[in-house]
């Protein structure tokens, strides 16, 4: 009886991280309301731009070794909040789901709830390489390459 329950359990769990992690692109893709200031001076942000790659990779942090919290698809509409160098931050900070010190919104790749993966104080903000974003059509987006 217990181990058939269990199983429900870890499926529930895993389906709750897939409904969190797609809340979260959804939330990108929409822009996310949110700090829309620049981290160097608080300028305003580049602008809107759009996925101009097939499969964009969420990351916890500005860098390939950081989690995966999904992938966005080219045309999705992103929001750039923040800039450092070739990388963006396309949303505000959200719940990362820290259980056990691991994110439950990481897909792939590191897990761990911790400021070298992105995640501080329970919470983590998505980043994109620019190189994989244009201009939205009609919008106000700069390169940022």
């Known amino acids: 009886?217990?181990?058939?329950?269990?199983?429900?359990l870890l499926r529930l769990r895993r389906a709750a991280r897939r409904v969190r992690a797609l809340a979260l692109v959804l939330a990108?893709?929409?822009g996310a309301a949110g700090s829309a200031q620049l981290a160097t001076g608080?300028?305003?942000?580049?602008?809107?731009?759009?996925?101009?790659?097939?499969?964009?990779?969420?990351r916890t942090c500005p860098d390939t070794a950081?989690?995966?919290?999904?992938?966005?698809?080219?045309?999705?509409?992103?929001?750039?909040?923040?800039?450092?160098?070739v990388w963006v931050r396309v949303g505000a900070p959200a719940d990362a789901a820290c259980a056990g010190g691991e994110s439950g919104l990481v897909q792939?790749?590191?897990?761990?709830?911790?400021?070298?993966?992105?995640?501080?104080?329970?919470?983590v903000a998505p980043w994109v390489h620019s190189g994989h974003l244009a201009p939205a059509p009609g919008g106000t987006g700069a390169s940022v390459r």
């Open 28 to 30: 990108v893709g929409a």
């Open 66 to 85: 950081c989690g995966s919290l999904g992938v966005l698809s080219r045309g999705t509409e992103v929001a750039v909040r923040e800039a450092r160098g």
């Open 108 to 123: 792939t790749g590191r897990r761990a709830c911790r400021p070298d993966n992105g995640i501080e104080n329970g919470r």
């Open 42 to 58: 608080g300028a305003e942000p580049p602008g809107r731009m759009v996925v101009a790659a097939d499969g964009l990779h969420l």
């Open 1 to 8: 009886m217990l181990l058939p329950c269990l199983g429900v």
